[in-house]
């Protein structure tokens, strides 16, 4: 993916947009924030967490009827989504039937590939989670996985300006 068109942005608008992929979410977005954008680290956490939330309200609200119609119209939507939805029920559902809503924020607090706020979403919706505490248990989440990527962040920086 080229991301080249982030450097002609304020790195404040390139933290939040990068925060808002679904591949970089908080776990790219703060330590490029810190490092390569020398941001605050306040504004580094605050713009990365609410990027990284923004497609959870967007996904939650929009994903049934959208992904509906592009089904209705398009064998290959129709492919993709089938392929989607079964890979996030398949990594999801054993996590909600023992935990329940605890297991959508943890889900999406683990900052590795495959979690986050774009798969918990969409968790959340397969498994008709209501809104409301959806959104309130992706937040929560999203707000962890930005404590957790600055701590490990600061420390790598920390450690790299000591070698």
Same mark, same amino acid.
């Given at each position: +993916?080229?991301?080249?068109? &982030?450097?002609?942005? !304020?790195?404040?608008?390139? $933290?939040?947009?990068? =925060? +808002?992929?679904? *591949?970089?979410? $908080?776990? /790219? /977005? *703060? !330590?490029? /924030? &810190?490092?390569?954008?020398?941001? !605050?680290?306040?504004? =580094?956490f605050s713009l990365a967490v609410i990027g990284s939330y923004i497609p959870a309200i967007l996904i939650i609200y929009f994903i049934g009827p959208v992904s509906q119609w592009l089904r209705q119209h398009s064998k290959v939507m129709d492919k993709f989504f089938h392929w989607l939805f079964e890979r996030t029920r398949k990594k999801f559902e054993g996590k909600y039937k023992v935990w329940g809503k605890v297991a959508l924020m943890l889900f999406v607090a683990i900052p590795l590939p495959v979690t986050g706020v774009w798969t918990g979403s969409l968790a959340a919706w397969l498994f008709a989670i209501d809104k409301k505490s959806s959104l309130i248990y992706i937040g929560l989440g999203t707000f962890l996985s930005g404590v957790i990527v600055t701590i490990v962040s600061l420390g790598i920086i920390n450690i790299f300006n000591t070698i």
């Open positions: +993916m080229d991301l080249h068109f &982030l450097n002609n942005l !304020p790195p404040q608008l390139s $933290t939040f947009l990068l =925060a +808002m992929l679904p *591949i970089g979410e $908080t776990r /790219a /977005a *703060i !330590p490029i /924030a &810190l490092e390569s954008f020398k941001l !605050p680290v306040w504004q =580094a």
